[in-house]
């Protein structure tokens, strides 16, 4: 059974950094394409960055130039390392693949 978990959210500040981690268990990462949505109280989940199983990665206009995605196959960890936060960017981020969500890092982001 595939099951995806974050960790690393946190309480950040405006221009602060924060990396998430999204670790995989039951399948190897390396077929996946990886995805970061978030939600923030009282909107809609919105998508965040991919990345591709070929490498590729694709990011929402209010992440590029400020998020890096990445992943690590050896340890089937997935990570968004997120800069310059705005006061936009607290949310509870959540790691997507295959129609699987991980349930939220246990701190979410927040300011």
């Known amino acids: 059974q595939v099951q995806l978990l974050e960790s690393g959210g946190g309480l950040v500040q405006a221009g602060g950094s924060l990396r998430l981690s999204c670790v995989v268990s039951?399948?190897?990462?390396?077929?996946?394409?990886l995805r970061w949505y978030r939600q923030a109280p009282g909107k809609d989940r919105e998508f965040v960055a991919e990345?591709?199983?070929?490498?590729?990665?694709v990011f929402a206009d209010s992440a590029r130039g400020r998020f890096t995605i990445s992943r690590d196959n050896s340890k089937n960890t997935m990570y968004l390392q997120m800069n310059n936060l705005k006061p936009e960017d607290p949310a509870v981020y959540y790691c997507?693949?295959?129609?699987?969500w991980g349930p939220g890092p246990q701190v979410p982001v927040s300011s």
């Open positions: 990345s591709h199983w070929n490498t590729q990665v």
């Open positions: 039951g399948d190897a990462i390396s077929r996946y394409n």
């Open positions: 997507h693949s295959a129609a699987l």
